[in-house]
């Protein structure tokens, strides 16, 4: 199965003889978008250019390194726990909301 990639504006960096991209790889928890570098002649054919940077985005993900983007998780909030006397009880709120943001 192939993952489908996409690419930023496709770049070359003359200072350091390398095609540059932004590369977004669809994951289990959304895309993932890494910044990547493919060092290779200016000569060289554009395929060649964007698979060296899809591959090297790919290989970050693999390894979990490298400069990386993705959106943020969302988190539901709890509603605030009514006391006896009409107020919302805040501090209830307030911990429920710490305990389900430690364990997510």
């Known amino acids: 199965m192939t993952v489908q990639a996409e690419l930023s504006d496709v770049i070359y960096n003359a200072a350091e003889q390398a095609f540059e991209a932004v590369v977004t790889l669809p994951t289990s928890r959304g895309p993932l978008r890494y910044a990547a570098s493919f060092p290779a002649p200016i000569t060289l054919d554009f395929d060649a250019a964007t698979a060296g940077l ?6 970050m993900h693999r390894l979990n390194r490298g400069m990386r983007a993705g959106a943020a998780r969302r988190m539901s909030l709890p509603k605030p726990l009514p006391r006896r006397d009409g107020r919302q009880a805040y501090g209830q709120w307030l911990e429920t909301l710490i305990t389900k943001a430690r364990a997510a």
Not at 54 to 59: C, L, M, P
């Open 54 to 59: 899809v591959t090297h985005a790919e290989r």
